[in-house]
């Protein structure tokens, strides 16, 4: 069965210092690869996704960036982080035709 | 712009009772799927529904996807404190890469 890690759980950064989130999907090949922020209790805004490796769509432009190393991983970053960055993260994964299922999301505070 | 609504956006009622929440939008999916969050977790899928009129049960929940294709509507019976979370729809976009389209959600509260 497929399944999906995604590290840290939390996560406290001070402004302009720079981030990196992982994402791994595990027991599929060649995933859509998505990475989500949702404001407190609501919607997802979807801020880049990858159908292959190197391949990188951004939906928003803003501080982040996102890098897709690996068939199976995904990095979200960000050089130099802002306090409007704060929020829950979620990393998602759908195969060619059929539904996301996510990850359990990092929760990033900036002080 | 594809939009996806839901209503209601709050809910809270008693534990027993029953309710009903919707997912609207004037665009066609491919399909449509329905997830309930936890607070601090990601999202768990609960169905897909992808036929026109389709009708799906997942123990006392009850899903619909509309004739046309454009809503769908989730209802739940004899609701549980269990049965607490933000509810989200997510429709699919048939594009070159089949972009999904989330609702903002519906966040439910079930009082003991």
């Known amino acids: 069965s497929q399944t999906i890690h995604q590290w840290p759980a939390t996560l406290v950064q001070p402004v302009g210092s720079p981030l990196s989130l992982e994402c791994t999907v595990e027991?599929?090949?060649?995933?859509?690869l998505y990475w989500y922020r949702q404001a407190a209790g609501r919607g997802l805004q979807l801020l880049f996704y990858?159908?292959?490796?190197?391949?990188i769509s951004s939906e928003v432009p803003q501080n982040l960036s996102a890098s897709r190393p690996q068939d199976r991983q995904f990095i979200l970053s960000s050089k130099k982080l802002l306090l409007s960055d704060s929020g829950f993260y979620l990393c998602?994964?759908?195969?060619?035709?059929?539904?996301?299922?996510f990850g359990d999301g990092t929760r990033l505070s900036i002080l | 712009t594809q939009l996806l609504e839901q209503s209601p956006q709050f809910l809270s009622i008693q534990e027993g009772e029953n309710l009903t929440v919707y997912c609207n939008s004037s665009?066609?999916?491919?399909?449509l799927q329905w997830y309930r969050q936890e607070p601090g977790e990601g999202p768990v899928l609960l169905v897909t529904?992808?036929?026109?009129?389709e009708v799906k049960k997942l123990k006392r929940l009850t899903f619909q996807f509309g004739d046309a294709r454009k809503d769908s509507s989730l209802h739940i019976t004899a609701a549980q404190p269990g049965d607490t979370g933000l509810y989200l729809c997510?429709?699919?976009?048939?594009?070159?890469?089949?972009?999904?389209?989330f609702g903002p959600g519906t966040s439910l509260s079930v009082i003991p």
């Open positions: 998602a994964w759908s195969p060619r035709a059929g539904p996301q299922h």
């Open positions: 027991g599929t090949s060649n995933p859509n």
């Open positions: 990858s159908v292959g490796i190197g391949q």
């Open positions: 665009s066609v999916f491919s399909s």
């Open positions: 529904v992808v036929t026109g009129g």
């Open positions: 997510a429709g699919e976009v048939v594009t070159s890469y089949d972009k999904v389209i």
